[in-house]
């Protein structure tokens, strides 16, 4: 049996394939510890994983303003210190880090207490904190067709996200009857990542009866304190009438995806893995001020698979048209499923769990060869 901490928390992005790596290598009889922060959608999204443990590490992210730097290296340092006691206790085998504030100082207390350092990179523009510390790491795991120069051949893997086992796709009736909502309707799914996206829900507010009109049903995800939470009707002169409802947060994603025809996303790593697991067309709105413009890099590959479309931000205008020339267009809906089922071919997930484990049997026999 082996030991790992992997470090996660932050985002949904960062968390999810966390969670989804410690509960492969716990079913493979190893001990995991996740570490995570004290934002609130981390303590959302843990809530239903009791057989792993979780450890709240010290740390924000990184602000440009003067407080937000002081602040920022204050409890950096706090964190180090947190981890270089908590590491020197656990004596874990590999610290794996999923990128983001609390990576940093887990990583840089790892390499001063000698413990071999795993990073993985899930969007397709390497983050400021996998770079720093690419370095440092024994691995680095990075979307195929992403590289660092920096970077050995030795130490690069090109695995993906690792999705939960939990996602995957499952008939549009059973998922309707779960969130006990109609079954045999148009529907719209509106994400906005695990952050939320105020412009996607204030989208929705201004053309949910064009799109009730059309008997088009919408399910929208607004997010932690982004926006109104409930259910909206509408009824025509026709006599069509539909519903959209505000969820702030989905502990069922499964369930949320597979009752959609067409997803309107933002464009994180995370969010793409899963609508692709469930192989849900899409069109993406990346979130323009996202770290050196990763969502959009990471919604040009998307659509370049031909698993939708993409729509900037500054285009919202044109997001309603587009929605109507998809949604009713079930050729083109089955096209873009089929090209998700194979884009999700690969099982990052076992690739990244093997590789750990190949690891830790390399250095065992390292050890006993020495000794």
């Known amino acids: 049996m082996s030991t790992f901490v992997i470090s996660c928390g932050g985002t949904g992005g960062h968390l999810s394939p966390g969670i989804a790596l410690a509960e492969e290598m716990i079913k493979r009889g190893n001990q995991c510890y996740l570490i995570i922060s004290n934002k609130e959608v981390d303590s959302r999204l843990i809530g239903k994983y009791s057989q792993i443990e979780f450890v709240r590490i010290p740390g924000v992210g990184f602000s440009c303003k003067f407080t937000g730097i002081i602040k920022f290296i204050r409890e950096q340092i706090k964190g180090i210190l947190f981890a270089i006691k908590f590491l020197h206790k656990i004596k874990p085998d590999i610290v794996i880090g999923f990128g983001g504030?609390?990576?940093?100082?887990?990583?840089?207390a790892a390499r001063?207490?000698?413990?071999?350092?795993?990073?993985?990179?899930?969007?397709?523009?390497?983050?400021?904190?996998?770079?720093?510390?690419?370095?440092?790491?024994?691995?680095?795991?990075?979307?195929?067709?992403?590289h660092l120069k920096s970077l050995p051949p030795k130490t690069l893997r090109n695995f993906g996200f690792p999705v939960r086992k939990e996602i995957r796709p499952i008939a549009k009736s059973l998922a309707c009857k779960k969130l006990e909502i109609k079954a045999n309707v148009k529907r719209l799914l509106i994400l906005g990542g695990s952050q939320g996206a105020g412009v996607l829900n204030k989208?929705?507010?201004?053309?949910?009866?064009?799109?009730?009109?059309?008997?088009?049903?919408?399910?929208?995800?607004?997010g932690l304190g982004k926006g109104s939470v409930g259910k909206l009707e509408y009824t025509a002169k026709n006599g069509v009438s539909a519903e959209a409802i505000f969820v702030p947060f989905v502990d069922d994603m499964?369930?949320?995806?597979?009752?959609?025809?067409?997803?309107?996303?933002?464009?994180?790593?995370?969010?793409i893995a899963e609508i692709c697991r469930c192989h849900i067309p899409a069109i993406l709105i990346p979130y323009p001020f996202?770290?050196?413009?990763?969502?959009?890099?990471?919604?040009?590959?998307?659509?370049s698979q031909g698993g939708g479309l993409v729509i900037n931000e500054t285009n919202m205008d044109q997001l309603y048209s587009e929605v109507m020339a998809l949604i009713f267009n079930d050729w083109l809906l089955d096209k873009f499923q089929q090209n998700m089922k194979l884009m999700d071919i690969q099982s990052n997930l076992a690739l990244i769990a093997n590789d750990l484990e190949e690891f830790c049997i390399q250095e065992e026999t390292l050890s006993l060869q020495s000794s």
């Open 101 to 108: 504030f609390t990576t940093v100082g887990l990583s840089l």
């Open 112 to 146: 001063m207490l000698g413990f071999p350092i795993f990073l993985h990179e899930a969007n397709r523009k390497v983050g400021k904190a996998i770079r720093f510390l690419s370095v440092l790491a024994n691995r680095v795991y990075l979307p195929c067709g992403v």
């Open 203 to 222: 989208w929705v507010f201004e053309n949910f009866e064009h799109l009730a009109e059309l008997g088009i049903h919408v399910y929208c995800v607004t």
């Open 254 to 271: 499964t369930s949320v995806l597979s009752c959609a025809d067409l997803v309107l996303s933002r464009a994180g790593a995370g969010s």
């Open 290 to 303: 996202a770290a050196d413009n990763h969502q959009e890099a990471n919604a040009i590959f998307f659509e």
